[in-house]
C-alpha cells in the first residue's frame, strides 16, 4: 500500500519551502503521528535535525540523529549528519567515527570523504585528510569544494604548486568559492 504524502510530510521533506521551523513542525507532527514506518520516521527525525542544526540547535538535532540510527542503523546520510554536530562541537574523534560509519554503509559518498578529511586536518592529521580529499575528487574530479579545501590543505603542507592548480581548478567552476570560506554565511 503506498504512503499518503500529507501536508506535514510536505513540509518535513521540505517540499513546502526552506524554513527550518515549517521543517521542524511538519516532522514534528509526523512523528508524534507515529503512523508511518520505521524507515520513514528515521528520515522525518533526521530532516528534523537538520532543521535544527540550520537553526543553532545542536543537542536536539543530535538527539534527533541519535533516535533517527536507532530506527534505521543503515542510513549514511544520517551518520555523516551526526559527524556534523559532532564535529562542529569540537569532538573530532567521534566526527571522523561517525563519517566513517557512513562510507562503510556508501563507499562513494563524498560528502563524508568531505566532512571526515576536514576533521582529520583539524586534528592535525594531513595526510589523513589528503586521502580522503582525493578518495572524494576520484568520485567526482569536479567537486569545487573538495579542490579548494585540497588546496588548502596542500599550501598547509607545503606544496605550493599542486595547492594552486586545486584552487584554480575550484574557481573556474565556481568563481566565488574563495568567498564562501573566507566570509562564512551567519546564521
Not at 91 to 113: Q, T
Request: hydrophobic share 40%; glycine share 6%; proline share 5%.
Amino acid at each position: 500500500m503506498a504512503q499518503v504524502v500529507s501536508k506535514e510530510w510536505g513540509q518535513c521533506s521540505g517540499g513546502e519551502g526552506r524554513d527550518p521551523d515549517l521543517i521542524i513542525a511538519g516532522c514534528t507532527a509526523v512523528i508524534q503521528a507515529h503512523t508511518d514506518p520505521p524507515r520513514r520516521l528515521a528520515i522525518a527525525l533526521n530532516n528534523r535535525g537538520v532543521a535544527l542544526k540550520a537553526k543553532g540547535d545542536l543537542d536536539h538535532a543530535l538527539q534527533d540523529y541519535d533516535a533517527s540510527l536507532q530506527l534505521d542503523p543503515y542510513a549514511a546520510n544520517h551518520y555523516n549528519n551526526r559527524g556534523v554536530i559532532y564535529r562542529i562541537k569540537g569532538d573530532l574523534v567521534r566526527a571522523v567515527e561517525e563519517y566513517g560509519k557512513a562510507i562503510v554503509l556508501k563507499p562513494d559518498y563524498i560528502a563524508a570523504y568531505y566532512n571526515r578529511a576536514l576533521a582529520y586536518r583539524e586534528m592535525g592529521q594531513f595526510d589523513s585528510a589528503l586521502t580522503d580529499f582525493n578518495s572524494a575528487l576520484r568520485i567526482n574530479p569536479y567537486n569545487e569544494y573538495a579542490l579548494y579545501q585540497r588546496g588548502l590543505l596542500k599550501q598547509k603542507m607545503g606544496d605550493m604548486q599542486d595547492a594552486a592548480v586545486d584552487i584554480a581548478a575550484a574557481k573556474s567552476t565556481n568563481p566565488e568559492i574563495a568567498k564562501e570560506f573566507e566570509h562564512p554565511p551567519t546564521e
